[in-house]
């Protein structure tokens, strides 16, 4: 392997180490300002609200969701990276908080997408149907989709 090959491999694989800290050493959270009523219908798509609707976590780090984290990283920092500069962390972890959001809104405009979740129920479909609701999975109205959109991005260190 050429000094060339082996520079982009070990820039490969800090790019890989940096995107798998979002899930070790840091955290990332939507913040709705002034939306309790997108927090409260967020907590209970993604928790499930007994006794009929089970949780669907469409906030899950799935392996295609850290696969765009790190292609995000790449993109912004990569060449810079291949140049000799190591970027922080907050910024790297900034990124790729932006990159989940982007991919949790396409989750809304997909039922869930790559998050694979539970189905709607055939009498809650039946419902939405009646009523002239959006038919995908936690959007009814698109006001919770719309909060997410509009969502600030917030990394911290947590260890």
């Known amino acids: 392997m050429s000094s060339t090959e082996e520079q982009i491999e070990a820039v490969r694989k800090r ?5 798998a800290e979002l899930s070790k050493t840091w955290t990332m959270q939507l913040t709705f300002a002034g939306q309790v009523e997108a927090e409260r219908k967020l907590t209970w ?16 780090l799935t392996q295609y969701a850290r696969d765009r984290i790190y292609v995000a990283i790449r993109d912004r920092f990569g060449e810079a990276m291949l140049a000799g ?3 922080s962390m907050l910024p790297v972890m900034t990124v790729a908080g932006n990159e989940l959001r982007r ?3 396409e989750r809304w405009e997909r039922s869930g997408g790559d998050a694979n979740v539970a189905r709607l129920s055939d009498s809650w479909l039946a419902e939405k149907r ?3 609701l959006d038919l995908r999975i936690g959007r009814a109205t698109g006001e919770l989709a719309r909060a997410i959109a509009k969502s600030r991005v917030i990394v911290k ?3």
Do not use: D, F, V, W
Not at 15 to 19: D, H, K, V
């Open 103 to 105: 991919l949790y809104i």
């Open 15 to 19: 790019l890989r180490e940096m995107a």
């Open 45 to 60: 798509l993604l928790n499930g609200r007994a006794p009929h609707q089970p949780p669907r976590p469409m906030m899950r």
């Open 157 to 159: 260190r947590s260890k």
């Open 130 to 132: 009646r009523r002239g």
């Open 85 to 87: 500069s190591t970027p």
